[in-house]
């Protein structure tokens, strides 16, 4: 079946460290996001990218870094400069041209102990 | 992106209606209505969209005022699986620096009950 993977669900990260978050899709789809959300908040945009080796900042970057090197996978890096990192993280992708949904993954929860 | 006012919570009996109102006062011409539902601790899903024509698929209708100040997402028959957080959310459906940046505000909890 298509969708899009996230990988792993749940991750604990040591501060100082970086981590790498994994999002996959076999939708063929060009553009792919990444959100993050606090409890009983709502989404907010980190980073997105409308093609293969291209990405801009969504509102929240910093701390962030991504990479397009292939078009279905967008791998999400939480640095050691950010500073909150704690929360639920949402890969989510979009057909692009005419199409107008976005489909979400099934999120990754990492936790900094 | 217009900004989208949703109550924050409502409560329906299971076999019923489930009805979620949405105010977008100030949307413009080339902005979609969307809804998604999110379960907790998983990713939104998609439920319908809209212009301006009323929208119907196999899990929800779509009421847009003849205005387009406001929308009312119809669940025909409510289950308790449909027991999440609902977003209402407006964005141009276009390419830029708007694409794909979906604006989520709190949404409303709706609890299905027995």
């Known amino acids: 079946d298509g969708g899009i993977t996230q990988s792993p669900k749940y991750l604990f990260r040591k501060e100082g460290q970086n981590v790498t978050l994994s999002c996959e899709q076999n939708?063929?789809?060009?553009?792919m996001y990444w959100y993050r959300q606090d409890p009983g908040q709502g989404l907010r945009l980190i980073y997105y990218?409308?093609?293969?080796?291209?990405?801009q900042k969504g509102d929240i970057a910093e701390g962030y870094s991504v990479s397009r090197e292939k078009k279905e996978s967008f791998p999400l890096t939480v640095t050691s400069a950010q500073k909150n990192p704690t929360a639920f993280y949402l890969c989510?992708?979009?057909?692009?041209?005419?199409?107008?949904?976005?489909?979400f993954g099934e999120g990754s929860w990492l936790t900094v102990v | 992106d217009a900004k989208t006012t949703q109550p924050p919570s409502m409560d329906c009996a299971e076999g019923r209606a489930a009805n979620l109102p949405c105010n977008h006062s100030?949307?413009?011409?080339?902005?979609?209505v969307y809804w998604y539902r999110q379960i907790h601790s998983q990713g939104p899903q998609y439920i319908i969209h809209?212009?301006?024509n009323n929208e119907t698929n196999e899990m929800a209708s779509l009421i847009i005022t003849e205005d387009r100040k406001s929308s009312t997402l119809i669940l025909p028959h409510a289950t308790l699986r449909d027991t999440a957080v609902y977003y209402c959310?407006?964005?141009?459906?276009?390419?830029?620096?708007?694409?794909?940046?979906?604006?989520f505000g709190q949404g409303t909890i709706l609890t299905v009950h027995p």
């Open positions: 959310i407006v964005r141009a459906n276009a390419g830029g620096t708007s694409y794909g940046k979906l604006t």
């Open positions: 990218s409308q093609i293969v080796n291209d990405f």
């Open positions: 100030t949307i413009s011409g080339n902005e979609y």
């Open positions: 809209g212009l301006k």
């Open positions: 989510a992708s979009h057909i692009g041209g005419a199409g107008n949904t976005i489909y």
């Open positions: 939708l063929n789809h060009d553009a």
